[in-house]
């Protein structure tokens, strides 16, 4: 991970805070997952390769945001309520005061202790140290894990957590009956299920349809308590996709709930 997106999405990060504390908090709606990325990547643009678009379709930098944000939800400083949107806490707003540089929110989040400022006149020691703080900060909330190379002797629970918590199971429900002989719209089916690939952490997909018009959702956890539609919205609009015919692979992102379909791929 370059450092320019580490430095980007320290900012990000702060701006998250930010944009949460300038809600009024005796609003009745709290603002959307959505709005608050939106602004704080408007507010820091992504660059360089941040804007390259990842297999899920997010672009790299927008994904690195989300993933961090789980620090916030770690430290207490945010409330992500998927229905009801995100909202400041206390200890989030205090953050905001105690901790005016983002390196030093980055440090803070992850347990390490904030490097004194140096005086206005000379050059600060703690610079180096900063940015090291910043990158272990960060490294764990961006960076896709690795699955280790096979060792002699070596066990299946030796493979590396996700980076970020992932839903037990994740089903493709839709319109299928005619094309695949199953139930339509059955979030708990297996016939469907995606299977999560620790390389990229993204959930795949592959089925053969014959040329078609099909509307589907994803289903979480074998229910329609957490299900992800049109633009990625919990409870949204059916997904509706023309298909020529032949194999597809459905990918899913967790961190952004995204969708989307490509031509067979290996998974």
Known sequence: MGSDTVENTALRLRAVLEILAAEEP???????????????????PLTGSE?????????????????ATTKLVKAGWILKEARSGWSITNAGRQALKDFPEPAHLAAALNGKPVPAAA???????AEEVVEDV?????????????????????????????SF??????????????????????????????????????WKLTVELPEGTYEYK?????SWDENYGHDAHRDGGN??????????????????HSVITKPEVSA
């Open 165 to 202: 918590p992932q839903p037990e199971s994740v089903v493709l429900a839709g319109g299928f009956r005619s094309a695949l002989g199953i139930t339509d719209w059955d979030p708990a089916g297996t016939d469907l299920r995606f299977a999560f690939d620790r390389h990229d952490e993204l």
């Open 134 to 162: 910043v990158e272990e900060a960060l490294r764990d909330a961006v960076s896709v894990p690795e699955v280790p190379a096979e060792q002699h002797g070596a066990h299946p629970e030796s493979v590396p957590e996700p």
């Open 239 to 256: 997904i509706e996709m023309q298909h020529a015919g032949g194999p597809l692979t459905f990918l899913y992102d967790h961190a952004t």
């Open 218 to 222: 994803v289903a979480l956890n074998g």
């Open 51 to 67: 804007a390259e678009t990842l297999a899920s379709g997010t672009a790299r930098g927008e994904r690195a945001l989300v993933n």
């Open 119 to 125: 005086a206005p006149d000379q050059a600060s020691p």
């Open 26 to 44: 005796s609003a009745a709606g709290k603002i959307s997952r959505g709005k608050v990325l939106g602004a704080a990547l408007d507010r820091v």
